[in-house]
């Protein structure tokens, strides 16, 4: 492609800057070849010139569309180079907060210094099983991905992590062991990970300090094997460590620390255990406070020293030996505090008995004098003779620092050594994936030793890398069948050579080193002259002659000469190591004897004669141990798949998410990063499958274009739109581009849209113009038409106002002239009246002043009496008011102490209701009082309308007739004074009306006020009566706060019983695995132990478990032995806590028990002495009776007297006197038989209100119960003498009625009572509860004193106490209630039989009386009884065969759903019905065992819906036929003959219960096994619609190796796999409400499952896949509807999903947005909101990003919501199960069994 058509006007650009490095500009005008400047403009605004070099005509690298903007892989970016990468980073890292970023095989990580929710335990397992590619890059990524490959490859792994220090190198290797760690985790081997986990921070105890960019700076590097066995659990590890940083023991720089053990120990000085080190603080010492940086910020040493030695006790290092560690470490830092002083130039000393090298001789047990004589001393030894020299100080500090960082490394190893020992794989390694963390390469000021091994250790790194990324690119190509050509790219095997070939650097340093008078300067002079000229890789400063240049890879560095020799040879005076190897104390002695041991098995046995000579040429320098350490670890990277991590540190101020261009470019070139690219430019760095291309592309091609074969369409438009063929090459199933080429398209593309938009806003701004346009010349002809309306109306207005104004004008004079004149006359009349009443009161005055002093007087002497008469009353009424109170005092307790009664209240409610009638009804009173004064005002004021209307009119006619004829004048005078008059008097009878009127109105105020203020008092009883209300309505919200904790305590119940299960069936394969090695090391008879062979059901079912494969080592064998019998013990501990636990349960139920027997006792005494009232009720009763017969028999003789016909005598005729007599005593005798009939009517109402009162303290069971059995048993006896006396049966109907009335009532009033005392209990309960809560809240409020730890605990063991008496409390009283259930109903039943019994005896003993003959009774039909009869031991073999009924079809088994639930419970009535307890116990344990089994054995969602349904059914089997009232009101009379009669089956059903519960839990795992692979294909990856806003271009290729081309996987594959789901649960008969609840769980897999793919994938943050979810959750919602499940509860489930959805489609740019995202995202927590709009991407190039402002207004919002931290939904979270019960109708003696079930030993009773 032309440079012109690149480089076009408003193309953007990079241009170099010394401050960003590299600054975006845009071109203002376009590129043509020649030009020698391109002109640009900058983000600023600034116009700047790019000079254009006319010998290499290089033009500025180009910038990506912003479309690529934020790429999780930065080889995917079209155009690749420097300011490419490190703008992705920056936008990665600052805007979107993504510290992860891939680079084609390496992993960026680049350090927050912040930390992030993104390691938690939920994100581990969202990135366990997927693809490299898949979710967003993270360090778990690349460990799945290594893990993955070890096991599906069979070959072993290495994960490199390097870079500088402070980049995050060690907790990015802790992160990949942790992830290792979790989703390798062993059952058998519980304690690996654990240990293999707690030697980090033993090694970052010994190995990390302080430095200027790191506060926990590794100073080592170390490879860390992981070993897996056959079935990759890890079994162990093993750590190698490379060139360990001595000189840190003895110096450092300012602002740094030494290792973090010293300072740990100084810390913990003041403990007991370390007192005899004699330590103090870290201050004290020269070791820790050179550097003037004691602490760290945020780091407690103290605390850090306690998880040390909690990391060595877990890795199995004894007590002593952790204190001999630290006695040593203590005896470094008092060594380094030894003072040497000069005696001459040649000699140094001691000053004599230096207290540190005292405490140093003791700490390591060695002589004081021996240690200080060979510290200023040396010994020289020749060949024949042995000097004894004293040394200067210089070289005595020397090589006492040399000795402090001799013993440190050799503790350091030790303690490597003990950890590789500890973490020994436990069995037979079968592969390993290595950790490298490694230091990255290195330049300061001035580089020494150190850096350069570090520098050449990354260059051998650095080599092996260029090698696997090309052996990478060839399997690509290859794989693609595209011919693979070399690409050129910079080597650094000269720079290899340089350093490590014969006579490199290394050989001429080691050779330097063994010359006697070998010196760093000589050393370089060698360099000079021998690899100066001969190798370009190496150069000479120009200023200095103890320095080199090496051109590294990454840069060229300069190292100083000074300090290699020393460094390299790393002597110590042999003498004081003797010294140390005589010490008393065993680990000194071992660590130096080990040090013999090695130098003797390297060189053999020397003679003595040149000892000192061949430990010396033995003795490997540094430099070489160095090179072959490293070559070995390059052999064992070549032999694995390596993986790459590559650490960035930001900035140097360690700030959160603020990254230095110049510092990260520098690091992007030294670690690879950089190198990566350039090949991956070299080549086609960009590929797209074939789909892809044509989903994102196809807007560039025409119908003609698009052809049936995709690949070839592709092919053709390419070749069409990209006209030079080398620029993209295809492949089997991609297309390889070149770098630019996508860049190209999407140009195009944008350009194409572009002008669609342009085309499209054309149309539609033309229609709003034209729209625009008629509108407002419909407005304009509408304005016009009002307008001319408007001056028409003002021009008629103006007329009229005219002629109104002459009207107005006219009268007014008038009546300015006649209010003149009555102004006039009126003053005239009342001067004349002021004076009149003068006059008058003058001579009034003057007739009453003399009688005046008379009354004067008669009064004065009447208002002394009255004042002492006053006074008398008020002392007389004081004394009363003093007696009057104290009684009042006393009447007032007397009333509080009723008032607070209930009689009181409902006294004072039925009196406020009336008073309430009372007052509404004077209300309305005086309501239509008003009405009716309102009435006659208003009539009054319609008359004096009508007088005054009359009156001006009469004014007109007289005025006219005036005017008319002049002799009226006088008339109309008169007729105007009378008419004056009148209306006066109308006016003060008008006036004297509204003042009454206004005196009933005040009137009627004041009682309104009244009224009011009783209303109030109304008002203020209603409000306490509300309160009561809300106080009962707290009640219930508490009763539902309860219900709520109830399900929480299910919902932990069930998941302890998960997890008890989940033990149990570890504990039978440890069993099982024991036996297996047991017998296999016993040869000939073999015994098993007891402990081991005496459980029924764990050898029931060895049957059903298939065995493993036992083929271990003798010694591996002990060893898991060993670990078996621990947990063996364990479980054995925890079962013996369990029985001491039962024991105390069965104490307090027996104490409760005793209890319920007094409490029986005494009922027992009360029904005794009522009973005794009954007795004599019912001898009152028979003598009635009798009285009754015998009036009743007087009355037939009377009746046949009367109506015989055959007797002698004739009867007397009617009228005769006889006739009469015997008619009044006919009637006499009807009278008195009715009165008797009342009488015993009232005896037996009173007998049975006895019976009734006796059971006022039972339950409503037990009440009915008594009844039934006192009157069936009293009244048996009698029911002749009832049928005798009741001929026309009324007496038995009142009988009848009364007594069923009495029991209505009686009910009620019992059921009132029992309400009231469970109310009363209940809340005395929960005000303890609460009390002791109060209690518990305020001593955990005064204990601020305990630590924060201290507390926790507390609060956790208080309420553990607490939910563990409640879970007792409610296991206590659910048994009771079970119990109490029970023995109730089966008194109940028998009772009830009874009852029939005499109920069917009775009618039929009557007809025997009356009809006095035999009738014939025919025989029943022979019919079966719902039980099958089977033999004892056939348990295994039905069991067996049953479960091949799951094979069966639903015509086959005869549509009975749960037939095998039918046939084990019709075998249980059998034992029940033999009274066989054994045969019972061994069918329920028998069919638990083969349930357990099975699911253990078989794993597919088909058996374990089968056994869930059964399970289910059978457990509803054991309830509806238990005999309980709650369960038998389902039956049929039938079936409640059929419940079981001998066995009470409550502590079974328990166990099935958790049986179901088991089975559900194991179905909903595999339910999610079996959509977990369709879940996130079809919800968020494959798309339907293709085209405008198909996926953006990127690579999507799929990181692991050797993957398999997988199916396409639709949303209709995922609703057809919940179809056969669905199908397979109805198919086997399971309830429907426990299918909604399978159903809510699923649809909660697929909503966390999606939502925390979408929160791990950035890619899948944008518009279009918010409408594509959205679509996706509308179809789920369909086929609920379809599956008529809607009300289930699972569309709630997907509610986090849709607001996540919502949350993509919304706009994201005001306040008001943000308000609105807050408001709608209720189920998303904070985190998932602020990760969704950091993650968002644009998905056409005119879409913008969330700004940052946005995010942080989004993040101000949610600041106060309290909610979980967690960012992803807990996937495992499972859903409480609720059992309920479902009666079924099926008749058990209907059941036919199949023949194909091979049941033939059953047999039907």
């Not at 934020?70 to 990468?85: I, K, M, R």
């Not at 330590?279 to 940086?293: E, I, R, V, W, Y």
């Not at 009002?786 to 021009?795: E, F, M, N, S």
Request: net charge neutral.
């Amino acid at each position: 492609m032309a440079a012109a058509e690149l480089y076009s006007k408003h193309a953007r650009v990079w241009l170099p800057d010394p401050a960003e490095v590299w600054r975006s500009a845009e071109i203002v005008k376009g590129y043509t070849p020649g030009d020698k400047a391109l002109s640009v403009q900058l983000e600023d605004g600034t116009e700047v010139e790019h000079h254009i070099d006319h010998l290499t005509n290089s033009l500025p690298p180009l910038r990506n569309p912003n479309i690529l903007l934020g790429e999780n892989d930065l080889t995917t970016l079209s155009y690749l180079h420097e300011p490419a990468v490190l703008h992705n980073l920056k936008v990665r890292f600052i805007d979107s907060k993504l510290i992860y970023t891939y680079c084609g095989i390496v992993l960026v990580a680049i350090n927050p210094y912040e930390s992030l929710p993104i390691y938690e335990a939920d994100i581990i397992g969202a990135y366990s099983g997927q693809n490299m590619g898949d979710m967003d890059p993270h360090i778990f990524a690349v460990a799945e991905e290594a893990y993955k490959q070890m096991y599906r490859d069979g070959r072993n792994q290495s994960i490199i992590v390097s870079g500088e220090s402070g980049a995050g190198k060690t907790i990015s290797a802790k992160f990949v062991m942790r992830y290792l760690a979790s989703v390798s985790s062993s059952p058998t081997e519980a304690n690996v990970e654990e240990r293999v986990l707690a030697s980090s921070p033993i090694m970052e105890a010994i190995g990390n300090a302080k430095t200027i960019r790191n506060d926990n700076s590794s100073r080592f590097g170390k490879y860390i094997e992981i070993g897996f066995d056959k079935k990759h659990q890890m079994i162990g590890a093993n750590m190698r460590t490379y060139l360990l940083e001595k000189s840190r023991v003895v110096f450092q720089a300012h602002g740094e620390r030494n290792y973090h053990i010293f300072y740990q120990l100084c810390a913990s000085s003041h403990l007991p255990e370390f007192k005899a080190f004699k330590l103090g603080c870290a201050g004290d010492f020269h070791c820790t406070n050179q550097g003037q940086s004691l602490d760290i910020d945020g780091v407690d040493d103290a605390k850090e020293m306690r998880d040390t030695q909690r990391a060595l006790s877990l890795l199995g290092f004894l007590e002593s030996d952790q204190m001999a560690i630290f006695q040593i470490l203590a005896a470094i830092l008092h060594l380094r505090n030894v003072e040497l002083k000069d005696q001459s130039a040649d000699r140094s000393s001691i000053v004599p008995d230096n207290c540190h090298l005292m405490v140093f001789c003791e700490l390591m047990g060695v002589p004081y004098q021996d240690m200080a004589h060979w510290l200023c001393h040396k010994k020289l030894k020749t060949t024949s003779e042995t000097y004894v020299k004293s040394v200067p100080k210089t070289d005595a500090v020397n090589g006492r620092d040399a000795l402090a960082k001799h013993i440190y490394a050799k503790i350091f190893n030790w303690i490597v050594d003990h950890i590789n020992k500890m973490l020994k794989l436990t069995a037979r390694r079968h592969s390993f994936i290595g950790v490298l963390d490694i230091y990255g390469f290195e330049t300061f000021d001035v580089n020494s030793f150190e850096q350069f091994c570090i520098n050449y250790a990354n260059e051998k790194l650095q080599q092996q890398f260029n090698m696997h990324v090309f052996k990478l690119e060839q399997e690509e190509y290859l794989k693609e069948e595209i011919p693979w050509t070399m690409i050129d790219f910079c080597d650094n095997e000269p720079c290899i050579l340089l350093i490590e070939a014969k006579m490199g650097i290394l050989d001429l340093l080691d050779e330097e080193s063994k010359m006697p008078k070998g010196s760093d300067d000589t050393w370089a002079q060698k360099l000079y002259a021998s690899l100066l000229k001969q190798n370009a890789r190496f150069d000479k400063p120009r200023f200095s002659n103890r320095a080199f240049i090496i051109h590294h890879f990454a840069d060229k560095v300069e190292y100083q000469c000074d300090g290699f020799l020393e460094k390299n040879k790393d002597t110590v005076n042999e003498e004081q190591i003797k010294v140390l190897k005589m010490s008393k104390f065993d680990l000194p002695a071992e660590l130096f004897q080990e040090n013999e041991k090695a130098t003797t098995s390297a060189g053999g046995h020397p003679k003595t004669a040149r000892l000192g000579q061949t430990l010396r040429d033995n003795k490997k320098t540094v430099g070489l141990q160095f090179r072959q350490s490293l070559h070995l670890l390059m052999q064992t990277l070549n032999a694995t798949t390596p993986h790459y991590v590559r650490c960035i540190k930001p900035n140097d101020q360690r700030a959160p998410f603020i990254l230095d261009p110049l510092k990260t470019v520098q690091q992007l070139r030294s670690c690879g990063i950089l190198e990566t690219i350039r090949i991956s430019a070299a080549g086609f760095p960009s590929r797209l499958t074939y789909q892809e291309l044509f989903g994102r592309y196809r807007v560039l091609m025409t119908q003609k274009d698009i052809l049936a074969d995709k690949k070839q369409t592709c092919k053709n438009v390419l070749a069409k739109l990209v006209k030079d063929q080398k620029k993209y090459l295809f492949g089997k199933n991609k297309i390889f581009f070149r770098a630019g080429q996508v860049a190209y398209l999407e140009k195009l593309r944008f350009e194409k849209l572009q002008m669609a938009c342009i085309m499209i806003q054309k149309t539609i701004l033309c229609w709003v113009t034209r729209k625009k346009y008629l509108e407002m010349r419909e407005s304009t002809i509408t304005i016009q038409k009002y307008v001319r309306a408007y001056q028409a109306r003002c021009y008629v207005q103006i007329l009229r106002c005219t002629k109104a104004a002459v009207v107005i004008q006219r009268n007014l004079r008038m009546w300015v002239a006649r209010r003149c004149f009555q102004q006039q006359r009126s003053a005239a009349i009342t001067i004349q009246s002021f004076f009149r009443a003068y006059k008058a009161r003058q001579r009034c005055r003057k007739l009453m002043y003399e009688p005046k002093a008379v009354v004067i007087q008669k009064w004065v002497r009447g208002f002394l009496v009255r004042r002492h008469y006053r006074r008398s009353l008020a002392a007389i009424i004081l004394l009363q008011s003093y007696v009057r109170r104290m009684r009042a005092k006393k009447e007032l307790k007397k009333l509080k102490v009723e008032a607070r009664s209930v009689e009181h209240y409902k006294r004072l409610s039925v009196g406020m209701e009336n008073k309430i009638m009372q007052l509404q009804r004077k209300i309305n009173e005086q309501h239509e009082e008003n009405r009716a004064l309102s009435g006659k005002l208003s009539a009054i004021e319609r008359s004096q309308v009508v007088a005054q209307e009359i009156l001006r009119r009469a004014e007109e006619e007289a005025k006219a007739k005036a005017q008319r004829v002049s002799s009226l004048l006088e008339q109309l005078t008169f007729l105007q004074q009378e008419l004056e008059t009148t209306r006066r008097e109308k006016e003060e009878q008008a006036r004297a009306h509204v003042e009454h009127i206004e005196q009933v109105i005040a009137e009627l105020n004041a009682k309104n006020s009244l009224l009011s203020k009783e209303t109030d008092d109304l008002k203020k009883l209603i409000q306490e009566q509300e309160q009561q209300i809300m106080e009962s309505r707290t009640y219930e919200a508490t009763a539902k706060e309860l219900e709520r904790d109830l399900n929480e305590e299910r919902s932990r119940y069930q998941s302890l019983l998960g997890k008890y299960l989940q033990l149990e069936e570890h504990h039978e394969d440890l069993k099982e695995k024991m036996s297996h090695s047991m017998n296999e090391n016993k040869p000939g008879h073999k015994r098993t132990d007891s402990n081991f062979s005496n459980s029924s059901e764990c050898t029931q079912s060895s049957g059903y478990v298939e065995g493993e494969d036992c083929s271990v080592q003798r010694e591996d064998m002990t060893q898991s032995a060993v670990d078996i019998l621990a947990v063996l013990l364990k479980l054995q501990k925890r079962v013996k806590a369990l029985e001491q636990e039962k024991q105390s349960l069965q104490q307090q139920l027996d104490k409760r028990e005793e209890n319920r027997q007094e409490k029986a006792m005494e009922v027992e005494e009360q029904r005794t002495a009522s009973r005794a009232e009954l007795d004599l009720e019912a001898l009152k009763r028979q003598e009635l009776e009798s009285d009754n017969k015998r009036l009743k028999q007087d009355l037939n003789e009377l009746r046949k007297s009367l109506t015989n016909e055959s007797s002698t005598i004739a009867p007397p005729r009617p009228g005769s006197l006889p006739y009469d007599v015997l008619l009044e005593q006919l009637n006499s005798s009807s009278e008195e038989l009715d009165m008797r009939k009342e009488e015993v009517l009232l005896l037996r109402s009173h007998m049975v209100r006895q019976d009734a009162l006796k059971h006022k303290d039972t339950t409503l069971s037990e009440r009915w119960n008594s009844n039934l059995g006192e009157i069936t048993s009293e009244d048996i006896d009698r029911s002749a003498d009832f049928h005798t006396l009741n001929e026309d049966g009324e007496l038995w109907l009142a009988y009848e009625g009364l007594k069923e009335s009495n029991r209505v009532l009686e009910w009620q009033l019992q059921e009132q009572r029992r309400i009231h005392r469970e109310e009363c209990e209940r809340l005395c309960e929960q005000v303890r509860k609460v009390k002791e809560e109060n209690e518990l809240q305020q001593f955990l409020a005064n204990s601020d004193l305990l630590s924060l730890d201290t507390r926790v605990e507390e609060c956790l063991r208080h309420e553990i106490t607490r939910l563990t008496n409640e879970n007792l409390d409610l296991v206590e009283q659910q048994a009771k209630q079970d119990r109490t259930i029970c023995k109730l109903k089966k008194q109940l039943n028998i009772l009830t039989k009874r009852v029939e019994e005499t109920e069917a005896s009775a009618p039929q003993q009557i007809v025997v009386l009356r009809r006095k003959s035999s009738v014939a009774v025919p025989r029943k039909e022979k019919g079966f009884q719902g039980i099958l009869e089977y033999k004892h031991g056939d348990e295994k073999r039905l069991l067996k065969n049953l479960t091949e009924l799951r094979k069966l079809r639903s015509e086959e088994v005869g549509q009975i759903k749960g037939l095998p639930a039918y046939i084990l419970f019709m075998c249980l009535r059998y034992a029940d019905h033999i009274d066989d307890q054994q045969r019972v116990i061994s069918l329920l344990n028998s069919t638990i065992t083969c349930i357990k089994g099975a699911i253990k054995r078989r794993g597919d969602f088909e058996m374990m819906s089968f056994w869930l349904a059964n399970t289910c059914r059978f457990l509803h089997c054991m309830r509806q036929y238990s005999g309980e009232g709650d369960f038998m009101n389902y039956n049929t009379p039938r079936q409640n003959e059929q419940c079981l009669s001998n066995f009470d089956m409550t502590e079974y059903q328990q166990v099935f219960s958790d049986l179901a519960i088991h089975v559900y839990q194991q179905l909903i795992k595999c339910s999610e096994d079996i959509l977990n692979p369709l879940i996130v294909a079809g919800m968020l990856e494959h798309e339907t619609v293709d085209g405008v806003l198909g996926s953006k271009p990127t690579d999507l290729k799929k990181r692991s190796s050797h993957l398999s081309e997988e199916q396409d996987i639709t949303m209709e594959t995922l609703l057809l796999q919940l179809d056969v789901l669905h199908t397979t649960l109805t198919q086997h008969g399971m309830d429907l409400e426990l299918i909604k609840q399978v159903v809510r769980q699923q649809f909660y897999i697929i909503c966390a499952i999606t939502l925390n793919h979408l929160l791990l994938r950035k890619g899948m943050c944008s518009w279009n896949k918010g409408l594509q979810i959205k679509y996706r959750v509308y179809q789920l919602e369909e086929w609920l509807e379809e599956k008529e499940l809607a009300e289930c509860g699972a569309k709630e489930t997907l509610e986090p999903l849709i607001q996540a959805a919502q949350l993509l489609k919304i706009r994201k740019k005001t306040e008001a947005d943000a308000q609105a995202i807050c408001t709608m995202c209720r189920a998303l927590t904070s985190a998932q909101i602020v990760k969704i709009l950091n993650s968002y991407t644009p998905g056409i190039e005119s879409e913008e990003r969330v700004s940052s402002t946005f995010i942080r207004t989004i993040e101000t919002l949610l600041k106060d919501r309290i909610e979980s931290p967690m960012l992803l939904m807990d996937v495992n979270n499972t859903f409480p199960i609720t059992l309920t019960f479902t009666p079924s109708p099926v008749a058990l003696e209907t059941i036919q069994i199949p023949a194909s079930l091979n049941l033939g030993f059953l047999t039907h009773i």
